[in-house]
């Protein structure tokens, strides 16, 4: 089970509430407070989560989610409505890097990704979710009713409640609703994405989705390939040797033949990765040159 699916298990399904994407982030800026004591490097690590609720209608949140000294729980620090979220800065429209911003309501997040690709998928798919949120909040806030000059026209005012210039002398039906019904409170406004590149936003973001997804996955086999090749290997020792102090010796002896041999076969599948990685790339290559075709 990869860390994507065990956050949205611990932490989102028990509050009826699904994951659409998860980075693992550090602070451009650590924040520093006075009267706390500050931990060392690598005491947790800290995730940006975008989820949906279930239940009707939906709402989008932004959580920061963190995991302290490698433990298996996940501890839920600080969450956010999209409403509350005014801004997402991808620092630089040109290149991709690893530096974004979340600019909220009342903080100002500054965050470094694990790498570019994981930053890139992180906001391409909280904007187009940030464009479905909205367009659906849109459609059911305008089918909620009639406008006020529609429900004003054509309805009857009950006898004994005539118009202000009225034989009655009593507040029509319209000027009582009109002092009962206060002043509508502010629209809330659409985050803005800034310098954010046109691949993320654009008509051709299904493709570079997948090539992100692509990167990501050959980042991920690299630092597993070169986290391998930095561990002492145990080489066997000639065969001729004598192993020392009886079956105790021949034991050590078959050991060592045995993670020799696994060696090889690492090696062996290493090499047919390297080979899988790069038929990978001419593959993401050819479909971003087929997207960029017809999207002109």
Known sequence: MNIQSAINREVFVPRDERMLVAVEVKRRKRKRVPFLPTGGKGDYVT????SVTNKRPAQLLITKIKRFGGS??????????VEQLRQVNGINPNKDCPEFDLVFDNALDQWVASSAPEKCIFIQIMYHACQTYWDGKEGVHGGLGRPAGDQQKGEMVPEGQGSPGSPTGRPGLQARRKSIVGPKPPKPRKPEFVNCHSKLTGDASNVNLILNRCKVFFNRMKKAMVLKRSRPQTVAGPSGQRPYGGSMGSVVQKASQALHERGERLGRAEEKTVDLMHKAQQFADTAHKLALKYSH
Not at 47 to 50: F, G, K, R, V
């Open 47 to 50: 995730y940006i989560c975008l």
């Open 72 to 81: 298996t729980p996940f501890t839920r620090r600080s969450q956010w409505t």
